[in-house]
């Protein structure tokens, strides 16, 4: 006996219609993930052709540039070997470079100074006030100090503000007088009288 499909009964018919439903999108899924139904085109730039020239002229390139690197590396192995010698033959600049030797950079020194002291400066000192009072002492043409964080210049018996940069703009007599024990950041010439 033969069953027809309107011999099924109707929640056998809903079955078998969500079964084929679930097996369509389940096969539609995996077919997604799978990337079945992509859009870019053979070419483009989400799924690029090269050719062997291609590839050749990125290899050369790439071997071009290591090349010289080495070359480069070669080059500062025996500058340090040349500067790590004897000195025998070594200059500055050596043959075939420009510039100047480099110049060591003086850094600050922390300075204790007791009460009314004064520190001479000299062209271009550096100071910074860490700790106690001290006021500006200007130079013979009563020029002053100059203090690059308030952008201002400081005259004769002003205060000098903590933390700030003072700069000595020359070596004539200018400095500071401290009016406590102070602690300076001090980076240059200085004397303490």
Do not use: C
Request: overall charge negative; cysteine-free; hydrophobic content about 40%.
């Amino acid at each position: 006996m033969k069953k027809t499909w309107s011999g099924f009964a109707t929640g056998n018919k809903r079955r078998i219609v969500f079964l084929v439903f679930a097996s369509l999108l389940v096969v539609f899924v995996l077919g997604k993930a799978a990337g079945a139904n992509q859009t870019t085109a053979p070419g483009s730039e989400g799924d690029p052709l090269v050719t062997a020239s291609w590839v050749e002229a990125k290899i050369d390139a790439f071997a071009k540039s290591l090349k010289e690197e080495q070359t480069e590396r070669q080059k500062l192995e025996d500058r340090m070997k040349l500067l790590e010698g004897n000195g025998v033959g070594a200059e500055w600049p050596l043959p075939g470079e420009g510039g100047y030797p480099a110049m060591p950079v003086p850094i600050y020194e922390v300075v204790v100074v007791p009460e009314d002291e004064f520190i001479f400066t000299g062209a271009g000192t550096e100071i910074i006030l860490r700790s106690g009072k001290a006021s500006a002492v200007v130079g013979p043409h009563g020029d002053g100090l100059s203090d690059l964080t308030a952008g201002v210049n400081l005259a004769q018996k002003e205060p000098v503000q903590r933390d700030h940069l003072i700069v000595s703009p020359r070596d004539d007599g200018r400095g500071i007088l401290t009016l406590t024990e102070a602690i300076f950041l001090i980076r240059g010439d200085y004397k303490i009288k």
